[in-house]
């Protein structure tokens, strides 16, 4: 006996990449269905070799569902999560809604598995920030060896993270630049993403610091530890998919730069691609599609106690959202739930 499984704001780029991957990882499902708002009502999306039609989510009943994959903003989760969880049905959120709320598990299930049994508070699980889970994924297993004082890292995040009208905002900017009188004044980012980069991601606060640097900072201490001290600069760049990230890690033991690529070698979601030549990395480019989180220029870091640095590259869509939302249902499955 398999699952019956939900996919809220399945019209979405995670929402698709949900079902796509619910479908590659032949996740024990006996029924699925899409729901999405009522403007998107009766839209198609694929399954594995099957088209789903969208029904409302403002009518769905979610009692005798297992459970209901969260892809819509904060403001809708806030809605609709609770009344999903009442009815029984287990919320897999990938909003920011609860992330920070101390009776929901915040899951990357490479990192903190066991955390998942505080799920029963209040039904609910949060899946971390994209540019969070794959960082903490390469963090972990280096934490358990010489502990991590301090991190300081600095993003290039694709515009898929803002979703399909910035992906279409990058294109047409594109476009504009090379053919006269088509250029496209910015509507989705502040200034310009085509051939640009912008140091401003989510709003800002009063320290001057963004939500999304934010985020780093506080999902990485309730995932991993929270004495690990986190400083974030989040940068969006002209890339489609895939968000990259230069991480300094500085460690309380002492650790070489060969013994920490041997750990993560053997690190469980991580591939290691590190020769020291022209093309001996990981780019955005080569890991869209991919189910890992890749690091590459691993390094010593001369000008502190037991540093390091490594550069580290992930599908945003796959493992900072939608393959992080099934893992963890995969993983209420294996503890929990026991089905299928």
């Not at 993270?161 to 502040?190: F, H, N, R």
Request: proline share 5%.
């Amino acid at each position: 006996m398999g699952y019956r499984v939900a996919v809220v704001g399945a019209t979405g780029n995670v929402g698709r990449e949900m079902l796509n991957i619910l479908a590659e990882r032949e996740f024990p499902a006996d029924e699925v269905v899409a729901l999405a708002s009522r403007r998107s009502l009766g839209s198609e999306c694929s399954y594995g070799d099957r088209t789903l039609k969208t029904l409302d989510l403002d009518t769905f009943d979610f009692a005798g569902w297992d459970i209901a994959f969260f892809a819509i903003g904060s403001d809708a989760t806030k809605q609709y999560a609770p009344k999903a969880a009442k009815a029984g049905c287990v919320v897999i959120d990938n909003s920011s809604l609860y992330r920070y709320d101390m009776d929901v598990p915040l899951i990357v299930p490479e990192v903190n598995p066991d955390a998942i049994e505080g799920y029963a508070k209040k039904n609910i699980i949060a899946n971390p920030n994209c540019s969070t889970a794959q960082m903490v994924v390469a963090l972990k297993p280096l934490h358990d060896r010489a502990r991590i004082k301090r991190v300081v890292v600095a993003t290039y995040q694709s515009v898929s993270g803002t979703g399909k009208e910035a992906m279409d905002e990058l294109w047409s900017q594109t476009k504009g630049i090379y053919v006269p009188g088509q250029e496209v004044e910015p509507k989705v980012y502040p200034k310009q993403i085509a051939f640009n980069v912008i140091p401003h991601i989510d709003t800002f606060m009063e320290d001057g610091t963004t939500r999304e640097e934010w985020k780093m900072v506080v999902e990485t201490k309730k995932i991993i530890d929270p004495s690990i001290k986190v400083h974030a600069t989040c940068v969006r760049v002209p890339v489609f998919v895939g968000h990259s990230e230069a991480v300094n890690v500085e460690f309380e033991d002492p650790i070489d730069a060969d013994e920490a690529r041997e750990i993560l070698r053997e690190s469980p979601g991580i591939l290691v691609v590190d020769k020291r030549e022209a093309g001996g990395y990981v780019t955005p480019v080569e890991c869209v599609g991919e189910y890992a989180t890749y690091v590459s220029r691993i390094r010593e870091d001369p000008t502190v106690d037991n540093g390091l640095s490594m550069w580290v590259v992930s599908d945003n869509l796959r493992k900072g959202a939608a393959l992080n939302a099934v893992q963890i249902a995969e993983l209420l499955g294996r503890r929990i739930l026991k089905k299928g």
